[in-house]
């Protein structure tokens, strides 16, 4: 078969905050010449590291190796938020509830297993403290309408039999020094995370087993050959038996699902590192994370010395970029929109600067299914993660992992079930589409 090109590379539009607030890394090679492996994987975030440990879980004999466009932890690892759900995280409900209460419990028996999975790397690779807790989070309610949209998310709980608690104004207050906030609901499940020293770890315990890693290494194309596949970079190429593409929404860059896949542009600060007036004027916990009742509404976490310190994450302004990139100008007016919001929040720290803001990608599905499968014999797919990057881009990894090794799991079963990524309409009704609807929902979820 001739070389197929990759249509598109990562673009990111300002730093990653949560690799920027770590110790600088040591840089590592780049692919040059030929090289060979038994299975290559394309990215190394979630899904891809996930992949080469589940890989050397199965067989620690496999020669294994990751190429990624950039550096590890500033692409998209290094870009959310640092939640790893358990419980139904529908993006597209009103209140995140999910597709009925049958699938709705098997996703959260899968998610659990994809932080177990999380928690055992912290254990094995020795990670500092602050990279992973097992916190919990709040839906945070601005409004009537937020509290609402708690009131029913918690009656679907109930039906499923989560835990869960109710939080008041007074209660919101004590977590998070806010005053802003009508109420609340807790759920216990949720690992909050570091996610750059979390990616940064693993890649460092998979490359003491073996594994190598290329950086700023995109792959410009592709072939099947009789003996695998060939990947090929600037300056090299990388020969394998199978591949596990594992880029999220780049899957479409390398011809697949093409016309099936939403890339929504995210957008988020960072403040500076708090003093110790601003944190005596501001109380609370020192460390929580927050999302929205409204899944349009703003996330915010704060984070203490043990993740990178004192500091503030608020994230919102979604749009929809078929690009997959975003440009300086799309960013600095999203970033004034969150700094209304946070100076709402938070108006003792008016005074306190972003000292970060960034955007990142999220890849969507109309029908909110993923696409972790055989695409071709010897390639497969860790991707479309429907905006839960850190807990489905782990399970899809671990499970394109396990497909490439022969084995089924509950994992396997599952996203190999799922129905093809829904069609989109044409370019460029898409575009004004879907900004038209994220318009009317952020509107609507304006007080969130």
């Known amino acids: 078969m001739s070389l197929r090109k990759v249509s598109r590379l990562p673009v990111h539009t300002g730093p990653a905050g949560w690799n920027a607030i770590l110790p600088p890394a040591v840089a590592r090679a780049t692919l040059t010449g030929e090289q060979t492996c038994d299975i290559a ?19 620690p004999s496999l020669a294994v190796a990751v190429v990624d466009a950039g550096r590890v932890a500033a692409g998209s690892a290094g870009r959310n938020s640092g939640f790893m759900i358990d419980l139904p995280h529908e993006l597209t409900s009103a209140d995140y509830a999910g597709a009925g209460a049958t699938q709705d419990r098997t996703l959260t028996r899968l998610n659990r297993h994809a932080i177990d999975f999380a928690e055992m790397v912290c254990a094995d690779y020795d990670l500092s403290a602050g990279t992973f807790q097992r916190s919990g989070k709040i839906n945070g309610a601005g409004s009537q309408v937020g509290e609402a949209a708690n009131r029913s998310y918690a009656a679907h709980l109930t039906a499923l039999g989560e835990p869960h608690e109710m939080l008041d104004a007074q209660a919101m207050r004590q977590v998070t020094g806010s005053g802003y906030y009508r109420g609340g609901l807790h759920t ?18 998979l490359e003491a087993q073996g594994t190598r890693i290329f950086e700023a290494s995109p792959v410009t194309g592709f072939e099947s050959t009789r003996a695998g596949w060939v990947l090929a970079t600037a300056q090299g190429r990388l020969r394998a038996a199978k591949v596990i593409l594992a880029n999220n929404g780049h899957l ?51 984070i203490s010395s043990a993740q990178g310190g004192n500091r503030i994450v608020i994230r919102q302004g979604g749009y929809y970029r078929p690009k997959m990139q975003t440009s300086a100008t799309d960013l600095a007016r999203v970033t004034a929109r969150m700094r209304a919001k946070f100076d709402a929040r938070f108006p003792a720290l008016r005074h306190l600067a972003f000292e970060y803001a960034w955007s990142g990608h999220l890849c969507l599905s109309k029908n909110a299914v993923s696409v972790m499968r055989e695409l071709e014999p010897g390639l497969y797919s860790a991707c479309v993660q429907n905006g839960l990057g850190t807990t489905r881009g782990t ?27 829904s069609r989109l309409p044409p370019h460029p009704f898409d575009t004004i589409g879907a900004n038209a609807y994220l318009r009317v929902k952020e509107w609507q979820a304006r007080a969130e």
């Open 41 to 59: 994987i394309v990215g190394a975030g979630f899904a891809g590291l996930s992949a080469a440990r589940r890989l050397l879980q199965l067989d």
């Open 252 to 302: 479409e860059s390398f011809g697949f699902k093409s016309g099936r896949l939403m890339h929504i542009m995210l957008n988020a600060c960072m403040t500076e590192i708090l003093g110790a007036d601003d944190l005596r004027m501001l109380g609370g916990q020192d460390t929580w994370g927050l999302t929205p009742s409204d899944p349009m509404g703003c996330t915010v976490r704060r």
């Open 395 to 421: 399970l899809t990894g671990i499970g394109a992992a396990e497909l490439a090794m022969g084995q089924t799991s509950d994992i396997t079963r599952f996203f190999t079930a799922q129905a093809e990524p």
């Open 188 to 205: 216990p499940g949720t690992a909050m995370i570091q996610p750059a020293a979390y990616i940064r770890g693993l890649a460092s315990g």
